[in-house]
């Protein structure tokens, strides 16, 4: 089992940027995929990103350059830098690792998860 634990969130005004953090602690090795979804109160949880252990990234299409995934094995951390945000991007941010398939964009494919980190765009 892999335990994350993701940081960064908070209150920042529409087109402003910030970046989310997730450390995970547990595994044996860091050789798994780290993903990033995201909740906004009342929809489903939502696919935003993710980074295999070579640094391979995959994003979700509404993410349209403005958010980047990366990781640093050494410190088993990831991260997700979001820039000019939205109103729309309000949402409790969740961390994953460690997947069962090769389709990412599932919930269902990632087996670790973190408690989620609040993120709130002012407008």
């Known amino acids: 089992q892999v335990q994350l634990v993701e940081s960064g969130g908070g209150l920042v005004q529409a087109g402003g940027s910030l970046r989310l953090s997730c450390t995970a602690s547990?595994?044996?090795?860091?050789?798994?995929?780290m993903g990033w979804f995201r909740q906004a109160p009342g929809q489903e949880r939502e696919f935003v990103a993710a980074i295999t252990s070579g640094g391979v990234t995959f994003y979700a299409d509404f993410v349209k350059g403005r958010f980047t995934i990366s990781r640093n094995n050494a410190k088993n951390e990831g991260y997700l830098q979001l820039n000019s945000l939205k109103p729309e991007d309000t949402a409790v941010y969740f961390c994953a690792a460690r997947v069962r398939s090769y389709d990412y964009t599932r919930q269902s494919t990632f087996i670790n998860w973190g408690q989620g980190t609040q993120l709130t765009v002012s407008s």
């Open positions: 547990g595994g044996t090795s860091n050789n798994y995929v």
